[in-house]
């Protein structure tokens, strides 16, 4: 678990830091956005040198007042799906937060659009039973700059 933690930390990080670089260089340039992001479709192509992949936020859903045995098993299935969507090349990186915060998990996805995404974490147990809550946001890297395996 501690391993996991370090691992998210990290990749919280690095999300903050591109996302500080990126509003760095827009402002030096003038512009109040990356020129790569179509702000009128989220959904919409990046030019070729970037691949898009979806950022899942996770948050504490409305609905927590399941005993430990029904959360034990909402949590379990909740798992089950992560590993199949994980098998499938669906989700690349998933990881739980650390702190007492309503900032849960986070998943970076890979999918058409975000229609398809959606589709995948609405039948997730926690979901379901409203433990947990989503939002997704388009996400691009470089092609090639990381190796997701």
């Known amino acids: 678990m501690r391993i996991l933690n370090c691992v998210t930390n990290f990749l919280m990080r690095k999300i903050l830091f591109l996302a500080a670089v990126v ?3 827009s402002a030096i340039a003038g512009t109040s956005s ?5 702000k009128t479709n989220a959904d919409s192509t990046a ?8 950022l899942v936020l996770l948050y504490r859903g409305t609905t927590r ?3 430990s045995i029904t959360a034990s098993r909402i949590q379990q299935a909740h798992m089950n799906n992560i590993n199949r969507l994980a098998s499938e090349g669906k989700i690349i990186m998933a990881g ?9 998990g986070i998943f970076i996805m890979d999918g058409k659009d975000s229609t398809e995404i959606a589709g995948h974490i609405k039948v997730d147990s926690a979901v379901v039973t409203g433990r947990l809550r989503f939002e997704i946001h388009p996400w691009w890297t ?3 700059k990381y190796e997701f395996k």
Do not use: H
């Open 23 to 25: 509003f760095c260089f």
């Open 65 to 67: 007042s399941q005993d």
């Open 142 to 144: 470089a092609k090639g």
């Open 47 to 54: 030019p070729e040198e970037m691949k898009k992949y979806w």
């Open 96 to 104: 739980p937060m650390g702190g007492k915060g309503d900032l849960r």
């Open 34 to 38: 990356p020129t790569f992001i179509n």
